[in-house]
């Protein structure tokens, strides 16, 4: 059985440096990352030790989360390594070929794909856009956090009487108003963002153990932007983020980034209003 294994990070047409990739930092256990080239193409690889990287080895080591964060932060390293001389197709982490010949093989069977991807994605990089609902200052007045009225009860107002009730309804009715508001609110900063951009996806909304945050995610967003149109864009989050859209929501952005979200071979594009804008 051979002792390693190929473990490729990213396609490119441009390699990087020698030196970068000497100073790179690949997975432990594994040489040095390198370039291996597949007709007009590079791939970045590395050699990994193959009783480590084997299906049931790694399979079991992911399953560890401090071990699939580690794996994770290695394979960016490597992806952003790649990345440094041009556009990078990033491959899913864990991408394993028995060897070289392997890798070349799977590559130049999408070579013109992979060529084409490459060529869209010149120039341009990915900014992740997300927006909140605006945290509550607390529960409604008469409720104990929980929803449960707990107003006194007016004179004449039996248990389970309709004022009780009216106040019940009343208080749904305007807490789903608010939701639907910053909806809205979060559905028109993506109107906005999409203008600017050559491409955008939505992805699932993050959960509160995620962000960290009480208040919902209403918006988790990618924007593929031309690097002409950066300082459009990020003016055009700033204005979100200084009220523009009132206080129902805020907005957070972060980049540039590797384009991942817009780098999948199977993927087509959502070009919004992107050419309206002109």
């Not at 009783?51 to 790694?58: K, M, N, T, V």
């Not at 990345?83 to 028995?98: F, H």
């Not at 149109?229 to 972060?254: I, M, N, P, W």
Request: proline share 6%; glycine share 10%.
């Amino acid at each position: 059985m051979k002792d390693t294994l190929t473990y490729a990070f990213a396609v490119t047409r441009t390699p990087p440096p020698g030196d970068a990739l000497t100073a790179a930092a690949g997975h432990g256990g594994g040489g040095p990352l390198r370039v291996v080239r597949a007709g007009a193409l590079w791939l970045v690889v590395q050699d990994v030790p193959a009783e480590a990287f084997g299906e049931a080895s790694l399979g079991e080591r992911l399953n560890r989360p401090e071990e699939l964060e580690r794996c994770a932060r290695t394979h960016h390293r490597g992806v952003e390594t790649a990345a440094l001389s041009g556009p990078v197709v990033p491959l899913p982490m864990a991408t394993l070929y028995l060897g070289d010949g392997n890798a070349v093989e799977s590559v130049s069977a999408r070579e013109a794909e992979l060529c084409e991807l490459l060529d869209r994605l010149r120039g341009r990089t990915e900014w992740a856009v997300k927006v909140h609902a605006v945290e509550a200052a607390g529960p409604p007045p008469g409720t104990d956090g929980t929803g449960e009225d707990h107003a006194p009860a007016e004179e004449g107002d039996a248990p389970g009487g309709r004022a009780y009730l009216g106040r019940v309804s009343a208080r749904r009715r305007t807490q789903r108003d608010a939701r639907e508001r910053a909806l809205a609110a979060a559905h028109a900063v993506d109107r906005e963002l999409r203008r600017y951009a050559v491409a955008a996806t939505r992805h699932r909304p993050q959960s509160e153990h995620l962000t960290g945050r009480s208040a919902p995610q209403l918006l988790n967003a990618a924007y593929l932007v031309d690097d002409a149109e950066r300082a459009a864009f990020t003016r055009a989050v700033a204005g979100f983020g200084a009220g523009r859209v009132g206080t129902l929501v805020e907005t957070t952005a972060s980049g540039p980034w590797i384009p991942y979200s817009f780098a999948r071979l199977d993927q087509e594009w959502n070009t919004g209003e992107h050419e309206a804008r002109a």
